[in-house]
């Protein structure tokens, strides 16, 4: 595994993420077996959110961790929040008051990293500022990031908030590659030149903020997996093929294609099964080449210039 400084903080954290979305399906024993094969397999972050199973999937990795013998210090735990019923909730009340029940649900003084999760429209920077110094003051949370938000929103952010942002989560993979497509099709007439997040990828290497990828083997938003679906069979194949090469199967490859980018992505990858935490993370140890990963960007379906 390989380790990543998270946006310059200092923050230092496992190349590949465990998402804990869908963890509350799990007992409290399952998901302590989870966090041992992480740590096993070198993971030492894991993903969070105030919304995934209503509360119950941070109340269970709280319970799990609390007795696991891998120690809280050794890990990398942050949360999301701003997601509500039916809205989003920037305002500085509900941060703080996320934050606040996630801590209880995650049994711990503090979470190393805290993300706004969806962008709110009517977000008042200031307050956004005064829960953050409140909560970082307090010693609560440790660094502050967001998650799907393009150039401009986080220029508004920066320039109310004390603390770097050191982190954007950002929907990527072999079957959603927005985040490359128009940097690669400049000047054309193709449908992938079309610029739909403001460059988020150029300006977050500009400004040292780490990209944290999410639904890495989804197409489109969340619709299933592309491994073995047959609209993406000539990717399948051409994962396989590189796949037995390198020893790896087609999910480690399609992981390590993300991680072959130089923009140091860390990516998120989501599972409940110990030895699919441990597949998973050996894409840290593949490293593809340029031509392995524009062949990879091919088969799925995108075209060069």
């Excluded at 128009?182 to 054309?188: C, E, I, K, Q």
Aim: charged content about 20%; aromatic content about 6%.
């Amino acid at each position: 595994m390989r380790y990543i400084d998270i946006g310059g903080s200092g923050l230092r954290g496992s190349a590949v993420i465990l998402g804990c979305m869908r963890i509350d399906q799990l007992s409290e024993d399952e998901v302590a077996g989870l966090i041992g094969a992480a740590a096993d397999a070198g993971i030492t972050m894991f993903d969070h959110a105030d919304i995934y199973g209503g509360g119950q999937c941070e109340e269970v990795f709280g319970a799990a961790l609390a007795r696991s013998p891998v120690r809280r210090e050794d890990v990398v735990v942050q949360t999301k929040c701003g997601i509500r019923s039916g809205f989003f909730d920037f305002s500085a009340e509900h941060i703080r008051a996320s934050v606040e029940g996630s801590l209880r649900r995650l049994r711990t003084d503090y979470v190393d990293l805290l993300l706004l999760h969806r962008p709110d429209t009517l977000m008042e920077p200031d307050e956004v500022a005064a829960a953050f110094d409140d909560l970082v003051t307090a010693g609560k949370v440790r660094h502050v990031g967001v998650s799907n938000q393009n150039p401009a929103q986080l220029d508004l952010l920066r320039a109310h908030v004390r603390q770097p942002l050191v982190a954007n989560q950002l929907q990527f993979g072999l079957a959603h590659t927005l985040l490359v497509d128009s940097g690669l099709n400049v000047n054309t007439g193709f449908d992938g030149g079309v610029v739909r997040d403001g460059g988020a990828l150029e300006y977050c290497r500009l400004h040292g903020i780490t990209i944290q990828p999410w639904s890495v083997l989804q197409h489109g938003h969340i619709a299933g997996t592309f491994l073995t679906n047959p609209d993406y069979q000539e990717l399948n194949e051409a994962l396989a093929t590189v796949g037995a090469e390198a020893g790896a199967t087609p999910a480690t490859v399609a992981v390590a294609w993300i991680l072959r980018h130089p923009a140091r992505l860390q990516p998120v990858v989501g599972t409940t099964k110990p030895a699919r935490v441990a597949e998973l993370a050996l894409a840290a140890d593949i490293e593809l080449s340029r031509e392995t990963w524009y062949a990879l960007y091919r088969a799925a379906g995108n075209r060069l210039p």
